[in-house]
């Protein structure tokens, strides 16, 4: 079996940039379920606030894939 994706460029640069970063936001977020799954498992001293939980997920994301 084939599967092909087609896209117009560049009326569907925005799509196609999603779809070739695709593999790369799967795994930031098998990361940040692992992380999390670490912390709940064995805890954690890493977070004194819950602020400080939701910072750190924020900086997990690499936020340069959605600006190419």
């Given amino acids: 079996m ?11 640069q925005s799509e196609h940039r999603d779809c070739i970063n695709a593999n790369k936001m799967y795994s930031v977020l098998w990361n940040l379920d692992q992380d999390c799954r670490g912390f709940l498992k064995h805890g954690t001293d890493k ?14 994301i690499p936020y340069e894939l959605f600006e190419e």
Avoid: H, S
């Fill in 2 to 12: 084939i599967a092909r994706l087609e896209f117009n460029l560049p009326e569907e």
């Fill in 47 to 60: 977070f004194e606030r819950p602020g400080d939980v939701l910072q750190w997920v924020r900086e997990q």
